[in-house]
């Protein structure tokens, strides 16, 4: 655990741009107009980020320092988990005492948009945290596989859902409602529930696709 823990700190230390990138972007992103997007939601940009600098920077270093693959996947799950706690708590918190105050006569936080503050605050806090934890998950298995022929075919496969599904309207119908039921949905014990189900699925996938990951 000692060794996890140190491997978290590293992952942490060494994720200074995504820290520095997010934090710019939303003290600088400015808006027009009476409705505009809060500046809360561009920490939702450090999920993003993140799993790109473990994956492509951090992996090579701590197994060249080493570290054995299972620490090093635990400690990305770990440091995912802490990061979307964080993110979750900035972006309520900007919610609660920044959006109210706002010259814009209408302020749009994801919050709301995706039904999750129906449940109260707290409840909604949550349901974003485990959101941005599956997103997050979801990047390193993707980003992981990236240099297999299975990572292009997933790939393949993700675009042409997309691609088909869209403009066909019952496939639609299909993708909008998997769209609902992962991200707009108010039902905060469904939607926590569906989160860590597909996160604990990707990361057995993870494991899977670590196993076979080379420098």
């Known amino acids: 655990m000692t060794a996890i823990l140190a491997i978290v700190k590293r992952l942490l230390a060494s994720n200074k741009i995504s820290f520095i990138i997010t934090a710019l972007v939303v003290l600088c992103a400015t808006s027009?107009?009476?409705?505009?997007?809060s500046n809360g939601n561009y920490t939702w940009l450090l999920a993003v980020l993140t799993p790109f600098f473990f994956?492509?920077?951090?992996?090579t270093k701590l197994m060249y320092l080493g570290t054995s693959k299972k620490d090093y996947f635990f400690s990305?799950?770990?440091?995912?988990?802490?990061?979307?706690?964080?993110?979750?708590?900035?972006?309520?918190?900007?919610?609660?005492?920044?959006?109210?105050?706002?010259?814009?006569?209408?302020?749009?936080?994801?919050?709301?948009?995706?039904?999750?503050t129906e449940n109260g605050i707290v409840a909604a806090g949550l349901q974003q945290m485990f959101f941005l934890l599956l997103v997050m998950v979801f990047l390193h298995v993707l980003l992981s596989m990236q240099t297999h022929w299975y990572g292009w075919l997933t790939d393949a496969v993700?675009?042409?859902?997309?691609c088909i599904f869209t403009p066909i309207a019952p496939l639609r119908a299909v993708l909008t409602g998997i769209f609902q039921t992962i991200m707009l949905n108010s039902n905060a014990?469904?939607?926590?529930?569906?989160?860590?189900?597909?996160?604990?699925?990707?990361?057995?996938?993870?494991?899977?696709?670590?196993k076979r990951k080379t420098l």
């Open 55 to 59: 994956v492509f920077y951090d992996f």
């Open 76 to 116: 990305c799950l770990i440091s995912y988990g802490f990061l979307a706690f964080g993110i979750s708590l900035v972006n309520t918190a900007i919610h609660l005492l920044i959006d109210p105050v706002y010259p814009a006569q209408t302020v749009i936080n994801m919050m709301d948009v995706c039904k999750w």
């Open 189 to 210: 014990v469904l939607h926590i529930g569906i989160c860590l189900l597909l996160s604990a699925a990707l990361s057995l996938g993870g494991l899977v696709v670590l």
């Open 32 to 37: 027009s107009g009476d409705i505009v997007l």
């Open 158 to 162: 993700l675009v042409a859902i997309i």
